[in-house]
């Protein structure tokens, strides 16, 4: 038996709150603004929060339960961020607001910027960039500017290891390079023979996710830096993974020379939803002069009776800016919330969880999973989501038949370099008990894809939507609905 829907509960002159009479003229609605075909339910308060109340049931989120979506780190968001974040002090203040009267929130901006530095080991840091994709794009457009002001406008190829994340070769292209692709090896590092076969005064840089998609780290990530910046090329680094890093090894010291930050993957803040995400970009010292304006600065020290004044200042040779005001601040203060809680022994703490966690997990199903590079993973790892022995059966099946046993679906084909895969990344937030159960629920559907194929093939079961035709959901989009009374 199905629960009545808003419009079967609706009934004429319900009202479900009262508004108190207004203190200014009323006003007839304009016809033009009403719409007919439109009907809206008429329901008591009851009625609408119970209806809202059972959709949010049919949602799955990080607070529900596991969330293992490789590259994407949907870990747990602490709710001492949001505390923080709601502060009437950074709440209710405004970018149009004089520099003097934002001190506080420039001071939080400034130590962020502080903070992130002593973590990646950059010189400079920008809070400005509106999403890690975005900063992966401020990232390549400094390394544009930094060749021209050198004169260097020859220097037209961007390389981008297979294993990089799928939005490398689009920022590359918007930026105006020429896209060439590096392979890995057969042990899922960058191939170094090839590497050396394409480096030459047309390379720009290398973009490098370290570790990379197959949730490996470059074993030759020394040798890789090397022949770029002989060849005379730069470094990006895309620090989407770097939850696996931190306290451990810091991109600078590697050699990188620029990175973009996720905050919503590395420090805490939220995820998914559209946003509003965050991607600072942080740069060696040859670059920081290249940097998005503006960026806080300390414009007069402090004295014995005066704190320091923060201020905005602009990098000699900037890009410009990326985005209107300066960034998006609240995620700023769940992010420098979350580095402050933990402090420099619980961020390595967060690395050494992460990397052990998709490494427990990984053995628990490796003998019932084909594991394409046989290594020990860092934060993350992918497996193939197919058998010899069940050829019907493909990763996507494997994904929504894990639905039936409550848990969000892993990653699926992506990397592309790895047949049907899965990939998957637990989180350094997620409990042995979780791991356990999820471990246990892939094992049982590893079984079923030999014994009971069909039960994969036709899931999910008992979710609140079946398992939909997703081609045609890509190619025949109906984005608006409308009730009337001859339609349902």
């Known amino acids: 038996m199905t629960e009545p829907t808003i419009y079967e509960l609706s009934s004429p002159g319900r009202v479900g709150v009262k508004f108190p009479m207004p203190d200014v003229p009323l006003m007839d609605m304009p016809q033009e603004l009403l719409r007919e075909e439109l009907p809206l339910p008429e329901l008591a308060e009851v009625d609408v929060v119970r209806h809202f109340t059972a959709l949010s049931r049919m949602n799955y989120s990080v607070d529900s339960d596991m969330y293992p979506l490789g590259s994407c780190t949907m870990k747990y968001n602490p709710k001492i961020n949001e505390e923080t974040a709601r502060l009437p002090g950074f709440a209710n203040t405004h970018p149009l607001q004089p520099e003097n009267t934002i001190q506080g929130n420039l001071a ?80 899922g590092n960058v191939d170094l023979t090839a590497l050396k076969a394409i480096c030459d005064n047309s390379v720009a840089g290398l973009m490098l996710t370290n570790p990379n998609t197959l949730g490996l780290f470059d074993e030759n990530v020394l040798e890789v830096i090397r022949i770029v910046h002989e060849a005379g090329g730069l470094v990006y680094g895309d620090g989407a993974n770097l939850n696996a890093l931190l306290g451990i090894a810091r991109p600078g010291d590697l050699g990188f020379d620029v990175m973009h930050f996720n905050l919503h993957k590395t420090f805490s803040t939220p995820h998914g939803g559209g946003g509003p995400g965050s991607g600072p970009v942080g740069a060696a010292a040859k670059l920081i002069d290249f940097l998005p304006n503006p960026i806080v600065d300390i414009i007069e020290e402090a004295t014995d009776q005066m704190p320091p004044l923060f201020g905005f200042v602009r990098p000699k040779h900037s890009i410009g800016r990326v985005k209107a005001f300066y960034g998006q601040f609240g995620m700023m203060v769940r992010a420098l919330t979350y580095i402050r809680m933990h402090g420099a022994d619980g961020l390595r703490n967060i690395a050494e969880y992460a990397v052990l966690n998709a490494n427990y997990l990984l053995a628990k199903i490796k003998g019932a999973y084909s594991l394409p590079y046989d290594r020990v993973c860092m934060h993350e790892f992918v497996v193939e989501g197919c058998w010899a022995d069940a050829p019907e059966v493909h990763a996507l099946d494997v994904a929504k038949r894990l639905m039936d046993y409550k848990f969000h679906p892993p990653t699926n084909y992506f990397p592309l370099i790895v047949h049907e895969a899965l990939m998957i990344e637990p989180t350094e937030t997620e409990s042995k008990q979780t791991l356990d159960r999820f471990a246990d629920a892939l094992l049982a559907i590893a079984r079923e894809a030999h014994e009971q194929p069909e039960l994969l093939h036709s899931a999910p079961h008992d979710t609140p939507v079946s398992r939909m035709d997703e081609l045609k959901a890509a190619k025949d989009l109906v984005l608006c609905c409308w009730f009337s009374e001859e339609k349902e």
């Open 108 to 187: 939080l901006m400034y130590d962020l910027q502080e903070s992130l530095k002593e973590i990646s080991g950059f010189k400079g840091v920008c809070l400005e960039p509106a999403a890690g994709a975005q900063g992966e794009l401020v990232g390549v457009m400094m390394i544009r500017a930094y060749h021209r002001a050198h004169g260097e406008d020859q220097r037209i190829k961007m390389l981008i290891p297979d294993s990089a994340h799928g939005t490398n070769p689009a920022s590359s292209a918007m930026s105006g390079f020429e896209v060439v692709p590096v392979p890995s090896d057969a042990k």
